[in-house]
């Protein structure tokens, strides 16, 4: 699928290794300008970033870009405001519920314990409040946050229910990546919006795939670009559609990072499939003769659309970066698996036969041990594999094409499980609870391919039927 792959080696950093003498100039907010004349479309628009520790959900007006109409949104705002954390800290939130029917939020990415990680049976009605205070332990990466309750999650994400949740850490800090209006979150999404602009939802189980595409909250985007390196932070944040992204002239992309941030090398390609909530960390260099002298399409190249259209300035500022470094921060490998255990994803309804019920455990994993995970989809492919409660690794896909994607490395929580495949996975739980494993198309999750799963202190004596808990 992709044409090009190369692996970023000790000083072979092609075009983003440091230019001689360059010094960093970053963050220099190239300000908003115009598109220039003739430019269609909106501006991006960035969520902003939450400044105290509230949440309200609630239908409320928006504003697509040209069109007011309504959707359901955290504070207003769609996707709600980006919430910015640091490794150390903990981030209490509350969150209201102004809606006419249960919700919760669960902080994709995130790993926290139970009681705050937002699960259906931690619903609460409309009228109340839930106070979660999320200790953050982890590395910078881009997470997002959005509803979680039973059967309702498809509906309140596809109506606007979502936002962006960074972590930054000093780990980060040190690499001087393009910062201010050089990172740019890009919240993908498609959607269905009606004649007086509302946002629309009418997903069945088989999934959902709206008439266009949202980027930000923003139809038809365009982003005044200066000569710059810009670090894109792309979720795929759809209920149930599959980008596959690539610039309209097929220019390479670093990509940095994936859902549990930074990778242990930087890959170029110039396309990427996004599974649902997947997460991209990729540096676009449009400095000198790679600045673009026409409007540049990034592209979904399965559906044609054009997500977001970065347009030359008049007078663009030339900003200088001081590029990546040789090696980036180490992604330790798991290994030594102790135990294996294999997922069906079965139709459109359940786990290895098994459909979600709210109170039930399907199985019992020991804490602070490595395990393979085998996963294999039995009808109604691709299935978003997405696992709460551990970041893991990718160590093989088999049948099919046989080898994972460039796009594959470093910590995942998520990853697209095809037909006629199957994926093994490396995972180590160290927070005792329950957790969930579940399809990430919403509709799927809904319709109940989802299960329970407890964390234990020990070793499991008990393993539900119909999952292999080979022990040793
Ligand atoms: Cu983003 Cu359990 O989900
Ligand atoms: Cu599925």
Known sequence: MINRRTVLHAGLVGGLLAAAGGTPALGKPGGGGGGGAGTTGNLLQTPPVLTDGTLRAARTSINLGGRTGSALTYNGFLPGPTIVARPGETRTLTVTNALDEPTTVHWHGLVVPTAVDGQPHEAFGPGASFTYALPVQQRASLNFYHPHPHARTAAQV????????????????????????????????????????????????????????????????????????????????????????????????????????????????????????????????????????????????????????????????????????????????????????????????????????????????????????????????????HIHGASFQLVERRGGRGRLYAWEGGWKDSFLLLDKESVDILIRFDIPGRYLIHCHKLEHEDAGMMLNFEVTEGVSSTMASGVTGAQD
């Open 158 to 385: 596809a109506l606007g229910l979502q936002g962006a949740f960074i972590i930054r850490d000093a780990e980060e800090d040190r690499l001087n990546l393009p910062a201010g209006a050089y990172e740019v979150p890009l919240v993908l999404r498609d959607a269905n919006v009606d004649k007086a602009g509302a946002l629309t939802y009418n997903g069945r189980a088989s999934g959902f795939l709206g008439s266009v595409p949202l980027v930000n909250g923003t139809l038809d985007p365009y982003l005044p670009v200066d000569k710059a390196v810009y670090r894109l932070r792309v979720v795929n944040a759809a209920n149930s559609r599959v980008f596959r992204i690539a610039f309209a002239d097929g220019r390479d992309m670093t990509l940095i990072g994936t859902d549990g941030g930074l990778l242990g090398s930087a890959v170029r390609l110039n396309e990427i499939t996004l599974g649902n909530a997947e997460r991209m960390d990729l540096l676009v260099d449009l400095r000198g003769s790679d600045y673009p002298t026409q409007p540049l399409s990034l592209l979904d190249l399965d559906s044609g659309w054009t997500l977001l259209r970065l347009t030359p300035k008049p007078q663009p500022v030339s900003v200088a970066f001081a590029g990546l470094p040789s090696t980036l921060p180490a992604v330790t490998p798991l290994s030594s698996p102790v135990r294996s255990r294999t997922f069906s994803f079965d139709g459109m309804t359940a786990i290895n036969g098994v459909r979600y019920d709210m109170r039930t455990i399907a199985f019992q994993v020991p804490r602070g041990q490595v395990e393979r995970w085998t996963f294999v989809a039995n009808g109604n492919p691709p299935h978003p594999v």
